[in-house]
Structure formats: structure tokens, C-alpha cells
């Protein structure tokens, strides 16, 4: 282990150990010297690490182990540590100069960067157990939120019996929503009703067009909300919770201008009908006024006002549903007009309803008659409604009429196997900017779409959309119509959208 660095037998031994091998003939004395260190070399590999220190602070056994030949020149029975191109008795300058050339050049082509075995630690990423695990679940789970385990639902089939029935959850899910943000975006819906439906009132009269009127409260609503709703997304946010609804005369309902559509005037003679909604993040007040020039109409007018607030007085948790309805039918149908010299009695409409509101969807699914029913459901404590009547001069009865009032997106129905790109492109565009909102042909070409009318039959096809007509009585005939949407909260009702007007 003493060797210096250039000795001729530690540079063969060096050779030897970057793997070349090379014979030649010896001496008696450096044989016999070899053989020795060839034995010292055996034996040192033997020697545990920690029994001896050499020069230096090294281990011997480390030394020891520099020169150890490789298995492969053992088994060969050669010689370890003959120098290749020294005779016998070369002990000079030049041999080892030799030596030290040929070993500087087969170091730098023979000798090979060890490799490290050892394995990394693999660190984890945040939020994730190590292995083992040694991470506090504090640094996994913030606010100590573990996940939770399989939730099986106990097997009891009558609603009844249940710890906390169907109904129950409803109530306890509408508590929990109506919080001081839900009762901020409704009062700010219905003060933007009120503000909008207070300018339309005076602009109203005969001689403007449903296209002014639809834009002007259209335009006031975005306005009013802060959302224009032309970037996407922006619609859902706040603005019109469905097309606004300018209904002429015997149509009841769903009417809206069209692009291209045939242009309406409002007349002397005209009962109109102004139904519109808006929301504020996807919480929608829905109120409904009708004008009328002609005080002919007046009664008509004032019995469909009464009966409408006969419903918003009887409204309250736990009130029964077929309770109201009978009222709001007898306050109504205790009216009647003169028209053209014959008296005529006001009907209540027997096929459309009031209804509650859910969240982004202007139709939940109960339902407030106009006429005596039978049912035995009640009004729940958080549930909203819009309580509205309908009286008419005609049958009481409505049906669709030809045209287009909007769509809707049907969230039941998946949209699977549409064949169209145009169709997928259009309801992207649905899904991105309305939603579950109902909309109308204006909406979408206020957003650019082109070309949408192939695309939306497949998709009103499909059931992904569904599509709305309007709703009218039997030629001739009249109808009003007012509404009101009305909060149930815990210790009182508040009707959001009741204004001076009405």
C-alpha cells in the first residue's frame, strides 16, 4: 500500500485494474515480489473496513482493495501486475515514462464513471403520503377535512319512517341557501324589475313596437346589472332570466319579436301583456304587468290584479296548495266586462299555472292552478313563487299557436350521438352563455351565431332543447295577466317584487 505512484509494479497493478492484461517474461525476484502482493491483496479484502488506518487516515483494507485484481485475471492463472514493453532489467527513467504514457492514455479511454447505486428518495408531491408514511395529515388534509368513507343509504322504503324524510332534506337544503347573499341578488333582481318595468310603462302607448319595447327593457336589464352578456359566460352571471314576453290581445303567453319577423304595432284596442325576468346570479324574479289604453278593459284588468293578490295573501308555509287555487278562482270569476254591448264573464285559465322558481330555472316543479284543484301538496318553508293569474274573455283554455317563443336546455337528457358539428358547436354555445336560462333567437344572434336554425332542429330533435310556442285563447277574445314572485322565509314571506305600480 506504500507504493509510489509510478513504481513499475504499482503501475502494472493499475493497468491490471482498468482491465488490460499484458504478459511478459520476469524476473525471479519481481516473480516472487508479485506473488506476495498477490497474497497481501487476498487477504486484505478479508480485512473488515474499521481494523486498520493506513497513512493518512486511509484504510489499509481500502489500499489493499485499489489493487485487488479482478476475478477474471485470477481464473486465468497470469500473472497480475506485468508490465506490457519492460524487459527484464529495465528499471529506468524511460520505462517508466513508458509505463506512465500508456497508462495516462488507457485511464482516459478504459476507466469508467461509477455508477451510484444508490436509490433517490423520491420527495413527495404536496399533498401526498410518502412510503413509508411519515407525513402529518394536517399538511395532506388542510382544515382537517378527510375524506369521508362509502355513504349506504339505510333501506327503508316508506318516506315515512325515515329519520328525516324526502321533505325534510328539501327543507333543510332551501334554510341553508337562503342566506344574506341569496336575499342581496333577489332584492337586486327585483329592483332592477322595478326600475326597468317603470320607464316601459310610460313609453307603452299606442304607436311604439314590440321590437322597442323588447330592446328597451332588454337594454335596461344588462344595463342595470352591470352584465351585457356578450362575453361568454357573462349572461349567466346576471341579466334577463327568460326573453321578455310581449303578448298581444287572445295570446296568453310566449310571445317575443323575432329577427325578420313581421313587425307589431301596439294599438288603441290592444290588451298587452309585459312578462319578463331577471336574474342575479341565477336567482330569477319573475313579474308580469298588462297595460291597456282602453278603459273598456278595465274590469279585466282589476279582476286579474285582485285574484292575484288574493294568491299572494294566502301564500305561507304549509299553506295547501288547492286552498289557494280556489280562492284565486272565485276572486276572479266574481268579475265581468261589457264588450260591445254584451256582458261577458271572466274565466280563470285552466291550463297554465303560477310556479316555484329554482335556481337558473324559471319552472320547478310545483305548480299554483288558477282554478279549484285537487291536490294535497303545500308550500315549504325557503321555497320562492311566482304567484300568477290569468283571466280571459275566451274559453279559458290555451293552445299553441305557429312560431317561436324560445328554447331551453333540457339538463336530463345527454348529449350523446349528435351527428352535426353544427349542432355541437350551437349547444356549446347554449351550455357556455345561457345554461339552463330560458333564450330566445335574439340572444344568439346578438352573440354572432350564424347559420344556428339545422342545428338547433337536431338538437330540439335530440331532446338536448326543448322549444316554446306561444299560447293563445280563441280568436277575439282577451286576456291580463299580473304577477308576483314571493320569498317563503322562516319567520315571514317577503313578495320581492312588489312595487308602487302594482
Known amino acids: 500500500s506504500q507504493l509510489k505512484t509510478g513504481h513499475p509494479v504499482r503501475s502494472a497493478i493499475h493497468k491490471q485494474l482498468n482491465g488490460r492484461l499484458v504478459l511478459r517474461w520476469v524476473t525471479t525476484w519481481e516473480s516472487l515480489l508479485l506473488y506476495v502482493l498477490h497474497f497481501l491483496c487476498i487477504m486484505g479484502s478479508k480485512t473488515p473496513n474499521e481494523h486498520e488506518q493506513g497513512p ?68 413527495p408531491s404536496k399533498g401526498q403520503q410518502t412510503a413509508p408514511p ?22 327503508v322504503k316508506d318516506d315515512n319512517l325515515r329519520r328525516t324524510t324526502s321533505a325534510e332534506l328539501r327543507h333543510q337544503d332551501a334554510i341553508k341557501n337562503m342566506d344574506d347573499e341569496f336575499l342581496s341578488d333577489y332584492r337586486k333582481a327585483a329592483e332592477v324589475h ?35 352578456g356578450l362575453e361568454t359566460g357573462d349572461a349567466c352571471k346576471a341579466g334577463m332570466g327568460f326573453p321578455t ?29 309585459v312578462d319578463f325576468g331577471v336574474h342575479v346570479n341565477g336567482r330569477i324574479v ?69 310556479h316555484n322558481i329554482l335556481r337558473y330555472r324559471i319552472h320547478g316543479d310545483k305548480q299554483v292552478p288558477f282554478v279549484k284543484t285537487e291536490t294535497d301538496q303545500r308550500m315549504e318553508e325557503g321555497d320562492i313563487f311566482a304567484i300568477e293569474t290569468f283571466g280571459t274573455t275566451g274559453n279559458g283554455y290555451l293552445i299553441d299557436d305557429v312560431g317561436i317563443y324560445g328554447y331551453g336546455r333540457n339538463e336530463h337528457v345527454r348529449p ?8 355541437k358547436s350551437l349547444l356549446k354555445t347554449i351550455d357556455d352563455n ?26 330540439i330533435a335530440s331532446g338536448v332543447v326543448e322549444d316554446y310556442a306561444p299560447l293563445v285563447d280563441i280568436p277575439g277574445s282577451y286576456i291580463a295577466q299580473f304577477e308576483h314572485t314571493v320569498l317563503l322565509r322562516p319567520n315571514c314571506k317577503e313578495v320581492v317584487s312588489r312595487g308602487d305600480d302594482y
Open 56 to 123: 493518512g487516515g486511509s484504510s489499509t483494507s481500502g489500499a489493499i482493495a485499489n489493487i485487488n485484481p479482478p476475478k477474471s485475471a485470477a481464473a486465468t492463472g497470469l500473472v497480475a501486475g506485468v508490465l506490457e514493453g519492460q524487459d527484464e532489467d529495465s528499471d529506468g527513467d524511460g520505462a517508466n515514462g513508458r509505463v506512465e504514457h500508456d497508462l495516462k492514455n488507457d485511464n482516459s479511454k478504459t476507466k469508467k464513471k461509477r455508477k451510484n447505486n444508490k436509490k433517490k428518495k423520491k420527495v
Open 134 to 155: 411519515r407525513v402529518a395529515l394536517a399538511d395532506i388534509f388542510h382544515g382537517n377535512k378527510c375524506p369521508e368513507g362509502e355513504i349506504v343509504e339505510y333501506a
Open 194 to 228: 322595478r326600475q326597468v318595468r317603470q320607464y316601459v310603462q310610460t313609453i307603452a302607448k299606442p304607436g311604439v313596437t314590440m321590437s322597442q319595447l323588447a330592446d328597451e327593457i332588454e337594454e335596461g336589464v344588462r344595463a342595470l346589472t352591470g352584465h351585457q
Open 245 to 273: 314576453g310581449l303578448c298581444l290581445n287572445n295570446v296568453g303567453a310566449h310571445w317575443t319579436p323575432n329577427p325578420g319577423g313581421r313587425e307589431v304595432v301596439l294599438q288603441y284596442e290592444d290588451v298587452l301583456k
Open 286 to 354: 319573475d313579474s308580469a304587468f298588462t297595460v291597456a289604453a282602453n278603459p273598456v278593459y278595465d274590469n279585466l284588468l282589476n279582476a286579474v290584479k285582485e285574484a292575484t293578490n288574493t294568491g299572494v295573501k294566502e301564500v305561507g308555509i304549509d299553506a295547501r296548495i288547492d286552498q289557494i287555487s280556489g280562492d284565486i278562482q272565485e276572486v276572479m270569476e266574481s268579475y265581468e266586462i261589457e264588450l260591445n254591448g254584451k256582458t261577458i264573464p271572466i274565466k280563470a285559465v285552466q291550463n297554465i299555472t303560477g
Open 416 to 423: 350523446s350521438g349528435l351527428r352535426y358539428a353544427s349542432a
Open 434 to 459: 345561457f345554461g339552463t336560462l330560458v333564450f330566445s333567437r335574439r340572444y344568439l344572434e346578438r352573440l354572432g351565431v350564424k347559420n344556428y336554425h339545422l342545428g338547433m332542429k337536431s338538437l
